[in-house]
C-alpha cells in the first residue's frame, strides 16, 4: 500500500514539475543550440546589433559614496541592470549597466555636469543566448555578488530549474523501474547514458 502511494506520488510530481518547467527546458535548449552553433546565419546576431549613444546633463550631490553616487545616477538615467565593471575617479566614475540583450557602458564627468551613455542592444536571438549565462558573475572579480534584484531570482529560478530536472531524472529512472521487464531497451538507454557522462568527467579531469 505504501508502495503503491509513493508510485502514485511520484506520477503526479514527476507530470506537474514537467509541466512547471517545460518553457525553462525549451529556453535553455534553444539557447545552449545557438551558443554551440554560432555559425547560424538565421541566428546572427552580432552582426544586427544597434548601437546608441546619448549624452544627458546630470547632477552628483555631493557628500555620497560610490555606491550612492551610482544609484543615483541610474535613478536620473531611469535604468536599471546589473553594475559591474565600475571605474571610480577624482572628477568621474565609469560603469556598465547590463540586462539580457542589452549593455550600457556609462561614463559620467562630475566637472562637466554630463553623463555618456554607449548601448548595445540585441535581437531576440543575441538575448536568447545572453539569458542562457546570464547570473551576474563578473569574471574579473569572482567575489561579486549580484547587486540588481532581478538578477537574484533570475538565480534562484535556474537553481529551482536544476533540482527540478535532477527530480525529474529520479523520478523517471523509478517510474521506468517498476515496468522495467517491459522496457527491456531501457538498461541500454540507462547504461549509455552513465558511460556517456562519465567519460566526459574523466576527460575532464585529465
Known amino acids: 500500500m505504501l508502495l503503491k502511494k509513493i508510485t502514485y506520488t511520484n506520477r503526479r510530481l514527476h507530470i506537474h514539475i514537467g509541466l512547471l518547467l517545460v518553457l525553462f527546458i525549451w529556453l535553455f535548449s534553444i539557447s545552449g543550440l545557438l551558443l554551440n552553433h554560432g555559425d547560424w546565419k538565421f541566428a ?116 529551482g530549474v536544476a533540482i527540478g530536472l535532477i527530480f525529474l531524472s529520479v523520478s523517471s529512472w523509478i517510474m521506468w523501474y517498476k515496468i522495467r521487464k517491459e522496457y527491456a531497451w531501457g538498461y541500454f538507454a540507462l547504461l549509455v547514458g552513465f558511460l556517456t557522462a562519465i567519460y566526459f568527467v574523466i576527460l575532464l579531469r585529465s
Not at 549613444?53 to 555620497?64: A, E, F, Y
Not at 559620467?108 to 554607449?118: A, E, H, P
Not at 546570464?134 to 534562484?156: D, E
Open 44 to 159: 546572427s546576431f552580432w552582426e544586427q546589433r544597434k548601437q546608441t549613444k546619448t549624452i544627458t546633463s546630470i547632477h552628483i550631490p555631493s557628500g555620497l559614496d560610490s555606491t550612492q553616487i551610482i544609484k543615483n545616477i541610474l535613478l536620473q538615467l531611469n535604468i536599471s541592470g546589473e553594475v559591474n565593471n565600475v571605474k571610480m575617479n577624482a572628477d568621474s566614475v565609469d560603469f556598465s549597466v547590463s540586462y539580457p540583450g542589452h549593455v550600457n557602458n556609462i561614463h559620467t564627468d562630475y566637472k562637466k555636469s554630463i553623463c555618456v551613455q554607449n548601448k548595445l542592444s540585441y535581437n531576440i536571438w543575441g538575448k536568447l543566448r545572453t539569458l542562457h549565462t546570464f547570473n551576474g558573475a563578473n569574471k574579473n572579480n569572482p567575489s561579486t555578488t549580484p547587486n540588481w534584484l532581478l538578477t537574484r531570482v533570475w538565480r534562484f529560478s535556474m537553481d
